[in-house]
């Protein structure tokens, strides 16, 4: 049977654990006939006692909790992540990312393997696309939001995809393969939140085939505030930018 290895990092969620392996047990159960479920954990950093509460949650299921002493951001927490998995992971099997805050619904998954059937590397959840929605977040935020998606496609040249930040993907093995034989077992160079467009960039320039599925993100599933830094996130673009034309 294929292996199907999600991927989350989280930092400080202890107040979401709870829900958080409640869905891994859902996701669990709905693809046991199809898949050997992984749930790989990053910890990175977290004072809160995230790593101590995921490992005493985790009962039965397939979990590894990686644990990184002090906070080096989410692209470095994705990179650990991938370079466990590198000697394991093989063309046929799959690899969801996903937020620690459950605002990553899990219903979402479904769509996203309706995708895979026809054929796609790569599916992204899309909060831009129609159908797609970011509610019980202040407006200004998600003006904010939009405006910076907008921005980040035009500055870097990203044509034909909505949603282009987003944590939530599902990826073929094959893809992950490829990007980590190009690149490095990490896949990823940036530290910080710009870690995705940076591996979306990356799939662009291997000819992947992207689809996307529509995600209303809902905030109020979430306990406790966005750790992103907008002063930093806005630096790393600059980043990204700066090295795209290496990749
Ligand atoms: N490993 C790691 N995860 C982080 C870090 N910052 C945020 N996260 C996690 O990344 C996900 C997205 O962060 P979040 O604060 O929800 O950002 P937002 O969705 O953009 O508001 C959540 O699961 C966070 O716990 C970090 O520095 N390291
Ligand atoms: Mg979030």
Redesign the pocket.
Known sequence: MPNFYVI??????VGNLEHLFNSFQQINASFEDSFTTHFIL???GSTDGTGEKAQELAGALNFKLIQ?EI????GK?FGSAFAHIADKVQNEDWVATM???N?SRIEVLTQMFIRKEEGYDVILASPYMYGGAIINTSPLRVFLSSMANIFVKEFLGIHGILTVSS?YRLYTGKTIKDLQEKYSPEILELAG?ECMVEMLLKMIYLEKSISEVPLVLDTSL?VG????KIIRTVRGYFKVWQKKRGW
């Open positions: 989350v990092p989280v930092l400080n969620e990053v910890d990175d990184h906070n080096q951001g989410p927490a937020e620690g805050d605002t944590f939140f979430r505030k966005s750790k992103m």
